[in-house]
């Protein structure tokens, strides 16, 4: 199982869907129980972060990814094609790169901004649901900030992993490189700016 945290998951395509077993979903932060279906083929859980305003509860609309970024950050990690949809011989050749790997997701997108909304603190909002509850050992996060210091989310994501040694938090380092030329120093941005990732 691999936690992925961005801006939502369309679990109806055909590399995520399910045709037999239902797709356990929750809102809020922390580690929620009853919000995990091992069984699913491919996403174990989905869980909305509460600060996306949808308040809190056991179930939620999981049915679009506004941008698509988070449906692509998941299908590169471990899309795999629904063997049963048949004569798709070509789009199974783009399946993700670990496509026997289910997914635990955090659906960070607040819908009425233009940003990703994040828990306060990440050590316990964000990480210990798919950490606990789901399994997950990998965590994906491809997002971050343009400032290039050590903030409070690169201090939780080191805290998280200290304290759970056999978990690594992968983020991206931003967008802000110069294309691999001699460019200024620091352009890897938060929170990627951890110690331990």
Known sequence: VIGIADTGLDVDGCFFTDTVETL???VGDGALPNCVN?????????????????????????DHDKDGHGTHVSGTVA??????????????????????????FDDIDDDDQEYLEL??????????????????????NSWGSSFN?????????????????????????????QNGQNGPAGTVGEPATMKNG
């Open 24 to 26: 356990a979903s929750c």
């Open 38 to 62: 091992t069984d699913h083929r491919k996403v174990v859980s989905y869980r909305a972060v509460e600060n996306v305003g949808q308040g809190s509860g056991t179930s939620i609309v999981h």
């Open 79 to 104: 899309g795999s094609l629904l063997t049963d949809l048949g004569g798709a011989t070509e789009l199974a050749r783009q399946s993700g790169v670990a496509p026997d790997a289910k997914i635990s």
């Open 119 to 140: 828990p306060g603190d990440l050590f316990e909002g964000l990480f210990p649901h798919s950490y606990e509850m789901a399994g997950a050992r990998i965590h994906s």
């Open 149 to 177: 210091g050590y903030s409070p989310g690169a201090m939780d994501i080191d805290a998280f992993m200290f304290e759970n040694d056999d978990m690594l938090v992968l983020v991206a380092a931003g967008n802000d490189g």
